[in-house]
C-alpha cells in the first residue's frame, strides 16, 4: 500500500523559514517524480514544485520560485521542501504527491499524502 | 502557463441524476494530458482520470472523461451519495501542471 506521511508544518512569522518533509513507502521511491501541491484554506488546489527520480529536472510554480528549494533522499525514500522568505499568501496546507512519471516534472498525481499545514502569521 | 477553466462553479443534483463537468483549456493541451480529482472535506484529492479519457485503479465505471484539444469533460452517468465533492480538473502537457478552479457538485 502507498503511503506518503507529510511534516514539518506550523506557525512561521513572514520572512523565517520552514521545511517540510515526506516519507514514503509502499512503491519504489526513486522509480518515480515527486511532488508538493497546496491548498490554501478554503481554495483550490496549486502545484508548487516537482522533482524528477534523480533530481536531473526540477521545476516551481513561478508563485514560489527562487524562495522554495525541493529535494530528495531516494536512499531514505523521502521529499523535502525547503521554504525560505515565507509570506501570508503561503499560508495553506501541503500536500506529497507521487508523479505518474519517472523523468519529467510534468505529470498527473496518482498518490497523495494527508497534507502538512503550513500557517505564516505574525 | 496553460489556464483551465471549470464550469459551472457548483453544479445542484440529486442522487441518481447524471453529472456533467467542463474544463477549458485555454490553449491546446498535449496529447490529451488531462486528469481529473475527487476531493471530499478533510480528505486528500484523489485521482479519477488520467489521459482525458482513462479510469484510474479502483474507479467505479459510472465515472468517465473525455475531450481533447481545449475542451474536456467528465461524466458521472447516475450519482451516488459518496459522489457529492468537488472535482478539479489538471493538465500535464506543458511545462507546468496547473489546476482548474473545481466544480462543487452538492445535494439538490
Known amino acids: 500500500e502507498v503511503q506518503l506521511v507529510e511534516s514539518g508544518g506550523g506557525l512561521v512569522q513572514p520572512g523565517r523559514s520552514l521545511r517540510l518533509s515526506c516519507a514514503a513507502s509502499g512503491f519504489t521511491f526513486d522509480d518515480y517524480a515527486m511532488h508538493w501541491v497546496r491548498q490554501a484554506p478554503g481554495k483550490g488546489l496549486e502545484w508548487v514544485s516537482g522533482?524528477?527520480?534523480?533530481?536531473?529536472?526540477?521545476g516551481y510554480a513561478d508563485s514560489v520560485k527562487g524562495r522554495f528549494t525541493i529535494s530528495r533522499d531516494n536512499a531514505k525514500n523521502s521529499l523535502y521542501l525547503q521554504m525560505n522568505s515565507l509570506r501570508a499568501e503561503d499560508t495553506a496546507l501541503y500536500y506529497c504527491?507521487?508523479?505518474?512519471?519517472?523523468?519529467?516534472?510534468?505529470?498527473?498525481?496518482?498518490?497523495w499524502g494527508q497534507g502538512t499545514l503550513v500557517t505564516v502569521s505574525s | 502557463e496553460i489556464v483551465l477553466t471549470q464550469s459551472p462553479g457548483t453544479l445542484s443534483l440529486s442522487p441518481g441524476e447524471r453529472a456533467t463537468l467542463s474544463c477549458r483549456a485555454s490553449q491546446s493541451v498535449s496529447s490529451s494530458y488531462l486528469a481529473w480529482y475527487q476531493q471530499k472535506p478533510g480528505q486528500a484529492p484523489r485521482l479519477l482520470i488520467y489521459?482525458?479519457?482513462s479510469r484510474a485503479t479502483g474507479i467505479p465505471d459510472r465515472f468517465s472523461g473525455s475531450g481533447s484539444g481545449t475542451d474536456f469533460t467528465l461524466t458521472i452517468s447516475r450519482l451516488e451519495p459518496e459522489d457529492f465533492a468537488v472535482y478539479y480538473c489538471?493538465?500535464?502537457?506543458?511545462?507546468?501542471?496547473?489546476f482548474g478552479g473545481g466544480t462543487k457538485v452538492e445535494i439538490k
Open positions: 489538471q493538465q500535464y502537457g506543458s511545462s507546468r501542471n496547473t
Open positions: 522533482i524528477s527520480w534523480n533530481s536531473g529536472s526540477i
Open positions: 504527491a507521487k508523479g505518474s512519471d519517472m523523468i519529467v516534472v510534468v505529470n498527473y498525481f496518482d498518490y
Open positions: 489521459g482525458a479519457s
